[in-house]
């Protein structure tokens, strides 16, 4: 089938390469010449396990294209795909303007039958906005008979394994109201279902509600569970059996149970303002929702709290190791990341911070700016070496087994403040290292640490 993608962001970017992937015919349509340029020579605009090989393949083999003319997008693919930024407006809701500009574009352009697809995710009601868009535009060049469909398919990516997450999809949500594009969607997602019936077809307002309250559930869990981890502490239990305790209830499962330091990125704290914001535009106030976002602001200064109650609220003259800038592993990316409050928080109150990460450096230098004290270490003990305590905000691998012994000698003070739970209490207090987890109990280091590399 012939598709065009317009918006070659994440989600836009990794659609197309996938559906080439199974042998469609996909030019991607993108406004920025600098990024189709790069494209065009083989250099991906984010970092994504498996993109890269994906996009070079079938690019080289004809079946994947970028251009930034969107009349030759319009006229290229019979499904129109709109997977262009829903950046959250001023009052947390979702601005639509680029995904209407793709509408217009679409209904200025069109000749022949198209089937428009919604990826982006965007609030309800949106479908109709965007029928109605190409219907005017399509009025004004007096072809209003040309016919089209506009169905909503939201995605359902993680960031980190979006390639693995579009191959192998738990399920396919598609919103639409007539057979025809039904029949279309059908035919497009059947490689992707040959095992069972991934497809779930509904009206086009569900479709577009799903993925908000897919996303709006998955974050209020995190939140319910990092309350539940402060409670822990206080009561003198331990989250991480309590988690396994209540994962273990079939109702419940074993996913998505992990406290942390508050989650980021750019999904879950834009969906669940754009939610809020859409529940209170028709007067129905979303109380747990509310309270998920509150919640979630508050674990963010969750580690800088434990840091000012272990070391004074004025951190002049001292020195902390951050490990992870990204939202979480596997990603570039530190849009709303908990690393972007640790930081500037440290540096607010006079600390100096040595920070690491392994995918993440460049772009949290482009969202932090110069910050006074603030440097990147080029490997994670490096970090470490004269500072007075580690800080963990990001479960990547390479932190998870480090050279314990040696971590509690570099580091001036043995302090390991840990937002991600990743070590074994202890353990910790073998090798000397005061520990401070997340809804669990502090442990200080023994009085004589095991050598473990002896
Ligand atoms: C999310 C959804 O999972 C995906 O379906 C949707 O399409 C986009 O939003 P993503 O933002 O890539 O994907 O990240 P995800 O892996 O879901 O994690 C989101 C945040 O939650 C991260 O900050 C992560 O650290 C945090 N998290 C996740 C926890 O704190 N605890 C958990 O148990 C799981």
Same mark, same amino acid.
């Not at 340029?37 to 083999?61: D, S, T, W």
């Not at 535009?137 to 390639?163: D, I, T, W």
């Not at 738990?170 to 969607?185: F, K, P, Q, S, T």
């Given at each position: 089938?012939?598709?065009?993608?317009?918006?070659?962001?994440?989600?836009?970017?990794?659609?197309?390469?996938?559906?080439?992937?199974?042998?469609?015919?996909?030019?991607?349509?993108?406004?920025?010449?600098?990024?189709?340029?790069?494209?065009?020579?083989?250099?991906?605009?984010?970092?994504?396990?498996?993109?890269?090989?994906?996009?070079?393949?079938?690019?080289?083999?004809?079946?994947?294209?970028?251009?930034?003319?969107?009349?030759?997008?319009?006229?290229?693919?019979?499904?129109?795909?709109?997977?262009?930024?829903?950046?959250?407006?001023?009052?947390?809701?979702?601005?639509?303007?680029?995904?209407?500009?793709?509408?217009?574009?679409?209904?200025?352009?069109?000749?022949?039958?198209?089937?428009?697809?919604?990826?982006?995710?965007?609030?309800?009601?949106?479908?109709?906005?965007?029928?109605?868009?190409?219907?005017?535009?399509?009025?004004?060049?007096?072809?209003?008979?040309?016919?089209?469909?506009?169905?909503?398919?939201?995605?359902?990516?993680?960031?980190?394994?979006?390639?693995?997450?579009?191959?192998?999809?738990?399920?396919?949500?598609?919103?639409?109201?007539?057979?025809?594009?039904?029949?279309?969607?059908?035919?497009?997602?059947?490689?992707?279902?040959?095992?069972?019936?991934?497809?779930?077809?509904?009206?086009?307002?569900?479709?577009?509600?799903?993925?908000?309250?897919?996303?709006?559930?998955?974050?209020?869990?995190?939140?319910?569970?990092?309350?539940?981890?402060?409670?822990?502490?206080?009561?003198?239990?331990?989250?991480?059996?309590?988690?396994?305790?209540?994962?273990?209830?079939?109702?419940?499962?074993?996913?998505?149970?992990?406290?942390?330091?508050?989650?980021?990125?750019?999904?879950?704290?834009?969906? %669940?303002?754009?939610?809020?914001?859409? +529940?209170? !535009?028709?007067?129905?106030?979303? =109380?747990?929702?509310? /309270?998920?976002? *509150? #919640?979630?602001?508050?674990?963010?200064?969750?580690?800088?709290?434990?840091?000012?109650?272990?070391?004074?609220?004025?951190?002049?003259?001292?020195?902390?190791?951050?490990?992870?800038?990204?939202?979480?592993?596997?990603?570039?990316?530190?849009?709303?990341?908990?690393?972007? %409050?640790?930081?500037?928080?440290?540096? +607010?109150? !006079?600390?100096?911070?040595?920070? =690491?990460?392994?995918? /993440?450096?460049? *772009? #949290?230098?482009?969202?932090?700016?110069?910050?006074?004290?603030?440097?990147?270490?080029?490997?994670?003990?490096?970090?470490?070496?004269?500072?007075?305590?580690?800080?963990?905000?990001?479960?990547?691998?390479?932190?998870?087994?480090?050279?314990?012994?040696?971590?509690?000698? %570099?580091?001036?003070?043995?302090?390991?403040?840990? !937002?991600?739970?990743?070590?074994?209490?202890?353990?910790?207090?073998?090798?000397?290292?005061?520990?401070?987890?997340?809804?669990?109990?502090?442990?200080?280091?023994?009085?004589?640490?095991?050598?473990?590399?002896?």
């Amino acid at each position: 089938m012939k598709l065009t993608i317009v918006g070659t962001g994440y989600v836009g970017l990794v659609t197309g390469a996938c559906f080439a992937e199974m042998g469609n015919d996909v030019l991607c349509v993108d406004l920025d010449p600098g990024k189709i340029e790069r494209l065009r020579q083989g250099e991906l605009p984010i970092f994504e396990p498996g993109l890269k090989e994906i996009v070079l393949r079938n690019a080289a083999e004809g079946r994947l294209h970028f251009t930034t003319d969107i009349q030759e997008g319009v006229r290229f693919g019979t499904m129109q795909f709109i997977a262009v930024g829903t950046p959250p407006g001023e009052d947390g809701s979702a601005d639509m303007q680029h995904v209407l500009t793709a509408a217009r574009a679409i209904g200025r352009h069109m000749s022949d039958y198209k089937l428009v697809i919604d990826k982006s995710t965007v609030p309800v009601g949106t479908a109709d906005a965007v029928q109605a868009e190409i219907a005017k535009a399509l009025a004004e060049r007096g072809m209003s008979k040309v016919p089209f469909s506009v169905v909503s398919n939201p995605e359902f990516l993680k960031e980190g394994a979006a390639v693995e997450d579009f191959m192998r999809p738990d399920r396919i949500i598609v919103g639409v109201d007539d057979d025809r594009a039904a029949l279309l969607m059908r035919a497009l997602y059947a490689p992707f279902q040959r095992q069972r019936d991934k497809l779930v077809l509904m009206d086009v307002r569900s479709a577009e509600l799903t993925k908000y309250a897919a996303n709006a559930m998955l974050a209020t869990r995190i939140s319910f569970m990092n309350e539940m981890a402060l409670l822990a502490e206080k009561l003198g239990a331990d989250i991480e059996q309590v988690r396994r305790g209540i994962g273990s209830d079939a109702r419940i499962g074993p996913q998505f149970l992990y406290p942390g330091c508050g989650y980021g990125g750019s999904c879950f704290p834009k969906d %669940v303002k754009a939610l809020l914001s859409s +529940a209170a !535009g028709v007067g129905e106030p979303l =109380h747990v929702l509310q /309270a998920v976002e *509150r #919640a979630n602001d508050r674990q963010k200064h969750v580690l800088v709290d434990r840091v000012v109650n272990r070391f004074g609220a004025d951190l002049s003259g001292m020195r902390f190791a951050v490990w992870g800038l990204a939202f979480k592993p596997e990603t570039d990316d530190v849009r709303e990341a908990p690393s972007l %409050v640790v930081v500037r928080e440290l540096a +607010a109150r !006079g600390a100096r911070i040595v920070a =690491h990460d392994p995918e /993440a450096m460049d *772009r #949290a230098r482009e969202a932090l700016g110069e910050l006074p004290g603030l440097e990147y270490a080029p490997s994670p003990m490096a970090a470490l070496e004269g500072s007075d305590a580690l800080i963990v905000v990001t479960e990547w691998k390479v932190y998870r087994v480090p050279d314990f012994t040696r971590m509690a000698t %570099v580091l001036r003070q043995p302090v390991v403040i840990d !937002g991600r739970n990743l070590y074994e209490p202890a353990m910790m207090r073998e090798c000397g290292l005061e520990y401070h987890p997340l809804g669990r109990p502090a442990v200080a280091g023994a009085p004589a640490p095991l050598a473990l590399a002896a």
